[in-house]
């Protein structure tokens, strides 16, 4: 088991029993052998911009001015307070980075990519990220999660860090000793309820470590509230298979091999943008987590996409752009999707040399009020399908 | 996919004790929310504004508008103060123009609602009062101008009640001021919120306070 935080604190070495992280920051070199993405023939160099053909002529853009407008500022406040540090020491040391990106080498057929960017209205104000991921492997089982931190919550960056640090060793813990064939029963009643009971306990264990830093530190458990996406994959003799669960909002999608996606799991939503009802780590955590949990087989799965709000709202439904997506971040980007501003003009980030940098890139598409911090994590076969090796029209 | 809107409804009222400096402020004020807002990113792509006026009857002077192409509108002062008019056009301007979410589409941001009014309704407003409090389709702010507003009516629509003694000039360019900041915080809003917790604002300005 490991932790394999994206930014483990420094001097230490977590371990890594499958798939060694390659990199763990976007600014670091790959080790990773990727199959090379072409460049694009006529691509612009930076920027694509929707219905943008020349240079802008007559009166100033208002939508240029406002673009002038948005700030990047460094965050004014330490990352995490002392007093926090000094009940979680798993904190000390911990390199905060704006952005954030890992990539896991390949995990028998299948590879993980994951990364985090600061949205506008963060580096506005200069604030920080909120958003966090992590993934742990051991064995044929991989759990990866995403954790967003609640706007309204002072400390929410921190919660969200601890949940992706704490929550899926905490579940990796408890099932890795389980016997091959507890798996593959597949997509059965039995496991479902297995591993519903420890995902509960796991989330359980999860919120109560957060509220105990929370009191001990003089703050309330509600200034660390995130949402959170958890997903397992299971690679066994009896079949692969999947099992996902959220809490609050963001998505978890799978990609099958026939070109379609569905979504895993129901985020928690209102009538307006923003609402939910249910954050870790609240007393309804658990048991909503326990309840969401689905649980398919694999065997025609191809992606296991996890989305924060940042990256889903852009595209809801997700379910319905997730092939869109993915095949813009597999064959490149040279135009922006329907009522995008713009997006940066890219071979395919999955291909790049350095896919941290190039999906952090990716993740800086601009779309009018879409401001949040966007993560995306991806679990995906390699060699990619046929079916999404080439760009279908970037509607949505 | 759509863009996501935070929309924003100023309820004016315009009733004969509004007239003189009053009115002129309030038509000011909205004139600097405005220019305020347009200095602020994020209000500029999110943030839409609609001006509902009332006297002796409600209107709705200017539909749910974009930053970028509202118009601050002209306002007068006249007749009485038709209060259960304008929140019942309050509820059918939002029933029209806030998109909800739904499986396929990203819902609006949970609207903004800033009422101000100095008098005393002159027409039914209990019912619609109560379907407010019933449906809390809004962040609502009511503001009691002036010493002749009730306070307890106003809380019967919103939790948040203001109270701005002096109607100078002065007092109504600072609530404006804080307006365009709460539209501002509001539009800078990311991620996820608790539904079940009332909206935070900023505090109000030293002329203003908040009604106990």
Same mark, same amino acid.
């Given at each position: 088991?490991?932790?394999?935080?994206?930014?483990?604190?420094?001097?230490?070495?977590?371990?890594?029993?499958?798939?060694?992280?390659?990199?763990?920051?976007?600014?670091?070199?790959?080790?990773?052998?990727?199959?090379?993405?072409?460049?694009?023939?006529?691509?612009?160099?930076?920027?694509?911009?929707?219905?943008?053909?020349?240079?802008?002529?007559?009166?100033?853009?208002?939508?240029?001015?406002?673009?002038?407008?948005?700030?990047?500022?460094?965050?004014?406040?330490?990352?995490?307070?002392?007093?926090?540090?000094?009940?979680?020491?798993?904190?000390?040391?911990?390199?905060?980075?704006?952005?954030?990106?890992?990539?896991?080498?390949?995990?028998?057929?299948?590879?993980?990519?994951?990364?985090?960017?600061?949205?506008?209205?963060?580096?506005h104000r200069g604030t920080h990220r909120e958003d966090s991921f992590n993934c742990v492997t051991a064995g044929d089982l991989t759990i990866l999660c995403v954790a967003d931190g609640a706007g309204s919550a002072k400390l929410s960056r921190v919660g969200s860090e601890v949940v992706c640090r704490e929550l899926p060793s905490r579940l990796l813990a408890k099932v890795s000793n389980w016997i091959p064939e507890a798996w593959s029963l597949g997509a059965s009643d039995e496991l479902l309820t297995r591993l519903r009971h420890v995902v509960k306990v796991s989330v359980e264990e999860t919120c109560a470590h957060l509220s105990a830093v929370a009191t001990q530190s003089n703050n309330v458990p509600k200034?660390?509230?995130c949402t959170l996406l958890l997903a397992a994959f299971h690679r066994g003799v009896g079949g692969d298979c999947f099992a996902a669960t959220q809490v609050g909002d963001g998505t978890i999608c799978q990609l099958l091999r026939n070109g379609e996606a569905e979504q895993l799991t129901e985020p928690d939503s209102g009538d307006f943008?923003?609402?939910?009802?249910?954050?870790?780590?609240?007393?309804?955590?658990?048991?909503?987590?326990?309840?969401?949990l689905t649980l398919r087989r694999g065997d025609n799965v191809e992606c296991l996409l996890l989305c924060s709000d940042g990256v889903d709202d852009p595209f809801f439904p997700m379910r319905r752009n997730a092939v869109a997506v993915f095949r813009q971040l597999y064959n490149g980007v040279n135009e922006p999707f329907a009522d995008f501003e713009s997006?940066?003009?890219?071979?395919?980030?999955?291909?790049d040399a350095e896919p941290q940098s190039a999906i952090v890139d990716w993740l800086s598409f601009v779309k009018r009020g879409e401001n949040d911090d966007r993560t995306i994590v991806l679990l995906y076969r390699v060699p990619v399908n046929d079916v999404f090796r080439q760009n279908g029209p970037p509607e949505c | 996919m759509s863009v996501r809107r935070l929309p924003v409804y100023i309820l004016a009222d315009c009733s004969s004790s509004m007239a003189g400096d009053p009115i002129e402020s309030v038509k000011q004020g909205i004139r600097s929310l405005r220019a305020e807002l347009l200095g602020n990113p994020s209000a500029i792509e999110t943030a839409h504004l609609s001006v509902i006026t009332f006297d002796s009857g409600a209107r709705q002077v200017t539909p749910l508008?974009?930053?970028?192409?509202?118009?601050?509108?002209?306002?007068?002062?006249?007749?009485?103060?038709?209060?259960?008019?304008?929140?019942?056009?309050?509820?059918?301007c939002m029933d029209r123009e806030v998109k909800k979410g739904t499986p396929d589409q990203k819902?609006?941001?949970?609207?903004?609602?800033f009422i101000l009014t100095d008098g005393q309704p002159t027409?039914?407003?209990?019912?619609?009062?109560?379907?407010?409090?019933?449906?809390?389709?809004?962040?609502? *702010?009511?503001?009691?101008?002036?010493?002749? #507003?009730?306070?307890?009516?106003? +809380?019967? /629509? %919103?939790?948040?009640?203001? *109270?701005?003694?002096?109607?100078?000039?002065? #007092?109504?360019?600072?609530?404006? +001021?804080? /307006? %365009?900041?709460?539209?501002?915080?509001?539009s800078k809003k990311t991620g996820a919120a608790d539904a079940g917790q009332p909206f935070k604002l900023p505090p109000p300005p030293p002329q203003i306070t908040i009604a106990p």
């Open positions: 088991m490991s932790d394999g935080s994206p930014n483990a604190p420094s001097g230490e070495a977590p371990s890594q029993p499958v798939g060694e992280p390659a990199e763990v920051s976007s600014s670091e070199a790959s080790t990773v052998p990727v199959e090379q993405a072409p460049p694009i023939p006529g691509a612009p160099r930076g920027g694509v911009n929707a219905g943008e053909a020349s240079a802008p002529v007559g009166p100033p853009d208002p939508e240029r001015q406002r673009s002038a407008l948005w700030k990047d500022l460094p965050a004014a406040d330490p990352w995490c307070p002392a007093e926090v540090v000094a009940h979680e020491p798993s904190l000390c040391g911990f390199d905060y980075q704006h952005n954030a990106a890992k990539v896991w080498t390949d995990v028998q057929g299948w590879r993980i990519v994951a990364a985090s960017r600061r949205g506008r209205n963060h580096a200034d660390f509230r943008s923003g609402e939910v009802t249910c954050f870790v780590p609240d007393a309804c955590a658990p048991e909503n987590a326990a309840e969401k997006q940066t003009a890219q071979p395919g980030p999955l291909r | 508008t974009e930053l970028a192409g509202f118009t601050p509108p002209e306002l007068a002062a006249s007749g009485t103060t038709s209060f259960g008019g304008a929140l019942k056009l309050l509820l059918n819902g609006d941001w949970k609207p903004l609602v027409d039914q407003w209990q019912g619609v009062a109560d379907d407010l409090k019933k449906r809390r389709p809004a962040n609502i *702010v009511a503001v009691a101008c002036g010493n002749g #507003a009730d306070t307890t009516i106003l +809380k019967q /629509v %919103s939790e948040t009640v203001l *109270v701005m003694k002096q109607m100078s000039p002065n #007092a109504f360019s600072q609530f404006f +001021k804080w /307006v %365009s900041d709460s539209i501002a915080q509001e």
